[in-house]
Structures are given as C-alpha cells and as structure tokens.
C-alpha cells in the first residue's frame, strides 16, 4: 500500500509539507479511537455509517510512510468483502489531523498478487478526493 501517502498529498494545498518531515506525525492509536467515536463516514451508498461499530480497536494498524519516519494510520473497515476493500488512514499535517477512505475494487480477473483495480479516495462524508486504476501494481495513466 505504498501509493496511499498520495491521498495526503492530494488533500494538501501546501506542496512542502510533505517535503518536510517534521511537519507530518503519526496518529496514535488513541487519538484514532477517539476520533473514530467522533465521527461517522458516509459509505458509496449514501447510507451513514457510525465508525464506531468498528469494535475491533486491535485491527488499527500502522505502516511506514516512504522517505520518512513517521508511520500512516490505517483502520479497515468492516465491510471489506471481495467486491471492494476500504480503510481510514489518519495522518497528522501541521498539528491538522487530516482523514480520508481509502477504497479499493479490484478486478474481477485478477491474475497476479500485485493488485489490479480501481482506487478512490473519498473524505469521511463522502466527497471524492481522487481516482485512478492500476493494472498489476502499477498505476494507469
């Protein structure tokens, strides 16, 4: 899952903040439960969805952002089954805790481990960030 740090720079107006280290932290486990119990996301059937009903707080995991020292933030959904993947990512941007989804469709006639598809990254309640595809781990222009 490399490619998600571009969601953060995709929802940044400030292009040097992601060439400076220091202005990105790691969100920690307890600033995500809390901010799950604060807020709710729309799912892509426009139904709301309370983040809360996440009841497996063991499943927030972390992993490492490319070039840097900080770690993103990644909680998955519940309701990933084999026509869409989705997850939350947090990331702290100049003391902003910035969220987006992270939504994953994979093709029907996957022959490879590395993911063919299509992505979407959509804010909490919604709003579509950005979209591409990707064939075997690589992305389409």
Known sequence: MSFTLSFMHSCSTDETVLQNDSNIKTVSREQAIQFLQQNSLNSSSNKTFKTTTLSNYG????????NGDQLLTVIPLPDNDKQQNSRVLLLTVNDTLKSA???????????????????????????FFKGFRMKNGYLIF
């Open 59 to 66: 499943a927030i995991s972390f992993e490492k952002i490319t």
């Open 101 to 127: 989804v992270f939504t994953m469709y994979p093709d029907v006639d996957q022959s490879t481990k590395d993911f063919s598809g299509r992505v979407i990254i959509t804010s909490m309640n919604g709003v």
